[in-house]
């Protein structure tokens, strides 16, 4: 039987992780004559279960309906963000129960059972109970699971990173600052954000990121844009030869890593300016996050929280495109002015907008060139 954990709480899949292995559930799944509980996620909870505990990943945005659609979820429990209005829709199309736990996030018509720390594992527990009894109203003539799978890496938090670099015994950023100041990397980009409606699903993040690899260009992603590229088989070491550069190409083959790191849900943006900040404190790339050959962007964002985390980016330094959709401040030339110029002489980053995943390649690679110039190193190696 299939439990699907959905929004955006750390805790609240923790604790269905735990439940999901408890002994007396697994033996009431069976009793009820499933296999088991398995567990999986949607939106950055997936992220959150599978950096935490190698559980896979049903998907990102776009596709929280569709899980409910393959007939096989007994129950889906959400908390908050991203959750689709008309979920409840789909699910009474089918014997899913939806659940929500968040007192911010209720839906007219839908089961609320609250999550707190106090109570926390007991009502997961009680949850994955109701699904477990919801198993026997699955329709087997209408249960229709999508064959495709796709391999991935994850779990590249900033202590990972520097012992893939150096070493257990020697952590350290030097090879990573040094193949930037060789040239053999071009620079790093953070591809980061949700899905858009009003874009082909996962298109933009597929296309720009494929584009920065070619152009040797080491890729940390988070959210589900890293589940965009992961459903492309981006997140494979393998993936270096068929679609990097020359330059990233050798590096991932030395360190055995993919093209594309995944650092988490689009909570942890944090991890990729917390591994900048690594950089500069290694040295020889500058004295400000803002020197750095770096740029960042969330080519199909949509979520207001992508803007608040497009203010923490560009506030640390880093130019930040936003795709899909500009803000709505496009109406005042003086605020637009504000964000997309003026204020790179305040903190060193600013806001660019672009609606093609190929120019917006083209302004990163650009940006990052003119950071690797001031810096005085050489161009990149292969280009
Ligand atoms: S990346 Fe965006 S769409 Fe995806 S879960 Fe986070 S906020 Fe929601």
Not at 26 to 42: D, S, V, Y
Not at 74 to 94: G, N, R, Y
Not at 152 to 164: D, P
Request: aromatic share 6%.
């Amino acid at each position: 039987m299939n439990i699907v954990v959905h929004g955006h709480e750390p805790l609240l899949s923790e604790m269905a992780v735990k439940a999901a292995e408890d002994p007396e559930l697994i033996k009431l799944a069976k009793q009820k004559g499933a296999e088991g509980i398995n567990l999986a996620g949607i939106c950055c909870t997936a992220s959150e279960i599978l950096m935490r505990h190698g559980i896979p990943v049903a998907g990102n945005f776009l596709q929280q309906e569709l899980a409910i659609v393959t007939g096989a979820v007994e129950l889906m429990m959400v908390d908050v963000q991203c959750i689709m209005p008309a979920l409840q829709e789909a699910a009474s199309c089918f014997h899913t129960k939806l659940v929500t736990t968040s007192p911010k996030a209720r839906f007219p018509g839908v089961t609320h059972v609250e999550f707190s720390l106090e109570n926390a594992y007991a009502v997961t527990k009680e949850i994955i109970r109701m699904g477990i009894e919801n198993f026997s109203f699955r329709n087997k003539e209408r249960v229709n699971i999508p064959k495709e799978e796709m391999d991935l890496v994850a779990g590249f938090s900033k202590e990972v990173v520097f012992q893939i670099l150096g070493g257990r015994y020697r952590s350290t950023y030097r090879p990573l600052n040094d193949a930037i100041i060789s040239g053999r990397l071009r620079g790093l980009a953070g591809v980061v954000g949700c899905n858009n409606p009003k874009q082909t699903h996962d298109y933009f993040h597929t296309v720009l990121v494929k584009e920065l690899i070619k152009h040797d260009v080491l890729v940390l992603q988070t959210g589900c844009s890293a589940i965009a590229c992961a459903k492309q088989g981006l997140l494979i070491p393998e993936a270096a030869k068929q679609y990097a550069g020359k330059g990233l190409q050798e590096i991932c083959e030395a360190v055995g890593i993919p093209p594309v790191l995944h650092l988490g849900a689009c909570v942890d943006n944090s991890r990729i300016l917390t591994a900048a900040a690594h950089i500069i404190e290694e040295g020889g790339l500058g004295e400000d996050l803002s020197d750095i050959p770096a740029a960042g962007c969330a080519p199909e964002w949509m979520s207001e929280k992508a803007i608040t985390i497009g203010f923490y980016f560009v506030a640390s330094g880093v130019y930040t495109i936003f795709g899909a959709s500009p803000f709505a401040t496009l109406g005042s030339k003086n605020l637009t002015d504000y964000l997309t110029k003026e204020i790179e002489d305040i903190v060193g980053g600013r806001f660019d907008f672009c609606d093609d995943p190929l120019k917006m390649a083209k302004l990163m690679l650009a940006h990052i060139d003119k950071k690797r110039e001031a810096l005085k190193l050489k161009p990149a190696m292969y280009q």
